[in-house]
């Protein structure tokens, strides 16, 4: 059977512990059980549609999205997501090197379990605890920030957050988010004061089962990987569901990008 040699640890050994080696394996070891279906060597595709890795992701939309919630259960158990609850961004590392090599769907599992996980870190506040899920493989979560207008420059975002008795309630729309329609948890990015720009955006929690919050619809990726457009209509969340202050909602998005930003790079070597 093929198993995941990996690049070599030796140029970076000054940066890494013991616990990062042994982490490694366990990874290694997960992604041979549960993802290494495939026992084909050699070029191309096998019968059972593994790659001369001996890997198989799912090459059709709903079946990514079924196969990605069986894997955030499956990684969640196997405590592969415990870097990003300890906030070790070194074994965020190790894991996403070794997990895009076998699936590049089990890497946006991943990376979208810390993307959503992390700003709670951030604030040092779990409403609801589904950060706490998401680390244990419980939940699956989304991170709302980019609209069909509103890309690189954040701060144009149109989706807002208006301020009503105990809660707010949000209206807008966003894109190109990944996870979107199964998700059980989004990270969404709001203007809370439209004229302040990065200053006047903040950050809630919504769960998938929020009355005036919906799924608006996929946006199918040549690679396996669920990604939609998500619909905010009357949505009222309590306050207790805000991230952070009012109006730091950006720098909680940008400080949890900060965080993960170098294990887009490990995914790419995998
Ligand atoms: C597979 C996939 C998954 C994604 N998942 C998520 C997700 O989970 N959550 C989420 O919120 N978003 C997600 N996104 C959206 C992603 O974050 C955006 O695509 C990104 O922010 C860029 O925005 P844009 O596509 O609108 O490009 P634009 O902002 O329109 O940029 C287009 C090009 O212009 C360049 N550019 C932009 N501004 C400037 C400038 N001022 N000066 C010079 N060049 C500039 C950019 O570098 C880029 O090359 C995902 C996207 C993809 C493709």
Known sequence: ?????????????????????????RVRAFCREEIGVGRHEG???AAD???SRGR??????????VRARELVRLMGAAG???PIAEGDVRGCLVAREV????SPLADAVFALQ???ATPALVV???????????????????????EREAGSDVASMTTRAVRDGDGYVIDGAKSFISNAGVADFHVVFAATDPEAGTRGISCFVVPADTDGFAFAGAQVMSAPHPLGELRFEGCRVGADAMLGDEGAGFKTGMATLDRLRPTVAAGACG
């Open 56 to 65: 198989r992701d799912p090459d059709d939309d709903a079946e990514a999205r």
């Open 43 to 45: 070029d191309g595709e």
């Open 99 to 102: 997990l895009a090599w076998w």
């Open 114 to 116: 810390g993307l959503s």
């Open 124 to 146: 040092g506040r779990d409403p609801g605890g589904w950060a706490a899920r998401a680390v244990a493989g419980d939940a699956m979560g989304a991170f709302a920030m980019t």
């Open 1 to 25: 059977m093929i198993s995941h040699e990996g690049l070599s640890l030796d140029p970076v050994a000054a940066f890494i512990e013991p616990r990062h080696r042994e982490f490694r394996e």
């Open 49 to 51: 549609g593994s790659d």
């Open 80 to 82: 592969l997501f415990a």
